[in-house]
Nanobody, 128 residues
Framework: QLQVVESGGGLVQPGGSLRLSCAAS????????IGWFRQAPGKEREGISC???????NYRNFVKGRFTISSDNAKNMVYLQMNSLKPEDTAVYYC??????????????????????WGQGTLVTVPA
């Protein structure tokens, strides 16, 4: 059974950092792209970053220079390092997995295509 599980969310002061983790099981990152998404209260879910099996990455403009996505294929883990956090980063953060041949991680930084599996999300709160 394909599954991804997020962890690492929490309360952090503005300017602080958090590292989110996405643990994949039932498939290998060698054949899947992973995307990070977030949904703020009252807003639609939005993609923020994605990574492909070859390690190539893309980011939405509003997180470029602050967030870094990385993967450890041996551990089947994907990470999102978030620095210089702002109150507007407050959201539930999700990771999703898509088969490489049925998806793309384009320059816009949002994973697109057949998003086969989603996690349950982890809450990040950055108070104003």
């Amino acid at each position: 059974q394909l599954q991804v599980v997020e962890s690492g969310g929490g309360l952090v002061q503005p300017g602080g950092s958090l590292r989110l983790s996405c643990a994949a099981s039932g498939f290998t990152l060698d054949h899947y792209r992973i995307g990070w998404f977030r949904q703020a209260p009252g807003k639609e879910r939005e993609g923020i970053s994605c990574i492909s099996p070859d390690g190539s990455t893309n980011y939405r403009n509003f997180v470029k220079g602050r967030f870094t996505i990385s993967s450890d294929n041996a551990k089947n883990m994907v990470y999102l390092q978030m620095n210089s956090l702002k109150p507007e980063d407050t959201a539930v953060y999700y990771c999703a997995a898509a088969p490489r041949i049925q998806s793309m991680c384009g320059s816009a930084g949002q994973l697109a295509g057949y998003l086969e599996v989603w996690g349950q999300g982890t809450l990040v709160t950055v108070p104003a």
